[in-house]
């Protein structure tokens, strides 16, 4: 088979390569289409690194020499393409994101858990032969990354082996970086403190002042701050010892390996979310309140601090609730769901 990924953002990388690695193992042609309108620098970079055979020439999507071709969002010329098409989510949780759409326009919808399969099929059950729960793909790299790359990352970062690793990963918006204290690092100076943008934090105009928050925090030894050209977080999902998160999707990646999590609730809106509180209800994931009990949830930076000190100490105060939610919004975490997604392809050729 010819099995394409399109990568329309950096951070979709994680999700396609260990994918792609199952199929070239198996001694299918392997193509990355890259998006010319994402940092192509960085594409080309991470394109290169990874010794994946790539192109920015999208003229490839609508070829008919490719036989499935997968998509991490929604296409808007979905229908133009003659491949068959794949649709996998790029987080992990509750939000419906694209998966009605993607039901109705996609011939195969790959599902991580139990909520996810199970709602689709409850609110589309004339779509289910095309909805296959496979796990979430991103995660094998975690389970499976080696004593060598996490030297590789310690010396990197210039960790210090004797102090626990403390991971924030806000989501750009809304987000609790702009009511995190300047001081943060030297707050946890116990710690090693690691920053972990997202990709839009870093690259958009309106975020400038999560910037300037980012610079100041960059001054602290003990705190370092990705840039970039550090587009894959799964490192640090296998790295740290706690995650302080808010709204992003990586809360439930980091929990899966059975690691804390401090989801802070304290955001920064924008005036017209203040004006108008019905609009940040249609931003916001209602699905996902009952699952904010995977953790701690802080209501101010203060009992954030406290928070992030107590499960460092008790790290299996939410055992359980880690184990039960992983099931159903990650499904099978083994390290295998890329050996599942490849295989429900090779079912699908086989027809």
């Not at 004339?126 to 010396?155: C, P, Q, W």
Request: include cysteine.
């Amino acid at each position: 088979m010819v099995v394409a990924f399109y990568v329309a953002y950096p951070y979709y990388f994680p999700h396609f390569i260990p994918i792609a690695k199952v199929f070239k193992n198996k001694g299918h042609h392997i193509q990355f289409i890259l998006s010319s309108n994402q940092n192509t620098e960085l594409m080309l970079q991470i394109a290169k690194e990874s010794k994946l055979n790539y192109t920015f020439d999208e003229v490839l999507l609508f070829s008919k020499e490719v036989d499935y071709l997968f998509f991490a969002n929604f296409f808007e010329e979905i229908t133009k393409i003659k491949a068959k098409t794949i649709f996998m989510d790029h987080g992990v949780g509750t939000k419906y994101c694209d998966f009605e759409r993607a039901l109705n326009q996609y011939d195969i919808v790959l599902v991580e858990g139990e909520y996810r399969y199970n709602s689709l099929n409850t609110n589309s059950p004339s779509y289910s032969v095309k909805i296959k729960k496979v796990g979430f793909s991103k995660l094998d790299m975690a389970i499976n990354f080696s004593e060598v790359d996490k030297v590789r990352y310690i010396k990197k970062y210039n960790i210090d082996i004797n102090k626990p690793i403390i991971l924030y990963a806000p989501t750009f918006f809304p987000s609790s970086i702009e009511k995190m204290s300047d001081t943060f690092p030297s707050d946890f100076s116990e710690c090693n403190v690691i920053v972990k943008p997202h990709y839009l934090s870093l690259h958009r105009s309106r975020y400038k002042n999560q910037r300037k928050k980012f610079e100041k925090w960059e001054k602290y030894e003990n705190c370092k701050v990705c840039d970039a050209s550090e587009y894959n977080i799964v490192p640090f999902l296998a790295l740290c010892n706690v995650m302080i998160s808010d709204e992003s999707s990586a809360i439930f990646e980091f929990t899966a390996l059975d690691k804390p999590v401090i989801l802070n609730r304290f955001l920064k809106l924008r005036w017209s979310y203040y004006l108008n509180p019905r609009k940040l209800l249609n931003r916001m994931d209602a699905g996902i309140d009952i699952y904010r009990s995977i953790g701690d949830n802080a209501q101010s930076y203060d009992e954030m601090l406290s928070m992030v000190k107590e499960n460092l100490k008790n790290k299996d105060k939410y055992k359980n609730q880690r184990m039960i939610f992983t099931k159903d919004l990650c499904g099978d975490v083994d390290g295998k769901s890329s050996h599942r997604i490849v295989q429900v392809i090779e079912d699908d050729y086989a027809k």
